[in-house]
């Protein structure tokens, strides 16, 4: 059984970056991050399989960047040049085979964690 915990949100002014970090326990295959703002439905970022293949959401443009500390135990979200647009709550999500940034990969979900954008 696989488990996630996120952290690292918090509030940033537009132009800051922020690190969110997933600590999985268990097997998985695809790691992803999603986010929902208000409102909103929730959208798929970025995500990475277990080959070290990663895949990101059109919107993110080079502001995003998913990788794995295996030591860790963690898979992490960078963000970088952060606007207003970005507050959301952002979550965490495993899949146990193939990988993208569609809700249709992950069967796993952590409880999320809150960035919000402000000055």
């Known amino acids: 059984q696989v488990h996630l915990m996120e952290s690292g949100g918090g509030v940033v002014q537009p132009g800051g970056s922020l690190k969110l970090s997933c600590t999985v326990s268990?097997?998985?295959?695809?790691m992803g991050w999603f986010r929902q703002a208000p409102g909103e439905e929730r959208e798929g970022v970025a995500s990475?399989?277990?080959?070290?293949?990663?895949y990101y959401a059109d919107f993110v443009r080079g502001r995003f960047i998913i990788s794995k500390d295996t030591a860790k135990k963690t898979v992490d979200l960078q963000i970088n040049d952060l606007r207003p647009e970005d507050t959301a709550m952002y979550y965490c999500?495993?899949?146990?085979?193939?990988?993208?940034?569609?809700?249709?990969?992950?069967?796993?979900w952590g409880q999320g964690t809150q960035v919000t954008v402000s000055s």
């Open positions: 990475m399989s277990g080959g070290g293949s990663r």
């Open positions: 999500a495993a899949g146990p085979r193939s990988c993208g940034v569609y809700e249709r990969y992950f069967n796993t």
């Open positions: 268990g097997f998985t295959n695809c």
